[in-house]
């Protein structure tokens, strides 16, 4: 949790990490961005575990306590300095994860 913490104050990384504005409007729309950028990563990084989890060789490596080490709270493979190069023609093969299904979604 502490890293991920550490991650917040990179990704918003104007005023060493604090929340600023003219008033309290804008450090509210500053926390929101802040918590919408922080769900993408960690639901990007869920998405991710389940592709690796779903290969059979990662499923006879991993033992019981390595899965319960495993959390979506991670960022050490994000860029968030430097330069980002995006090729429209490549992507993600993000359709290889699993879509929820309708009873969790009821619940």
Same mark, same amino acid.
């Given at each position: ?22 008033? !309290? ?8 961005? *802040?918590? =919408? ?7 990007? @990084? $869920? ?20 899965? !319960? ?8 493979? *994000?860029? =968030? ?7 429209? @023609? $490549? ?17």
């Amino acid at each position: 949790m502490e890293n991920w913490n550490s991650a917040s104050k990179d990704i918003f990384y104007g005023k060493a990490g604090n929340l600023t504005g003219e008033d !309290r409007e804008h450090a509210e729309v500053s926390a929101l961005a *802040l918590h =919408l950028i922080q769900a993408a990563i960690a639901y990007l @990084n $869920t998405i991710m575990i389940q592709i690796v989890l779903r290969d059979p060789a990662w499923q006879k490596r991993l033992t019981p306590a390595d899965r !319960r080490g495993l959390s979506a709270l991670f960022w050490t493979h *994000l860029n =968030l300095y430097g330069r980002f190069e995006l090729d429209m @023609n $490549t992507h993600l093969d993000l359709d290889t994860a699993p879509s929820p299904r309708l009873s969790d979604q009821e619940t």
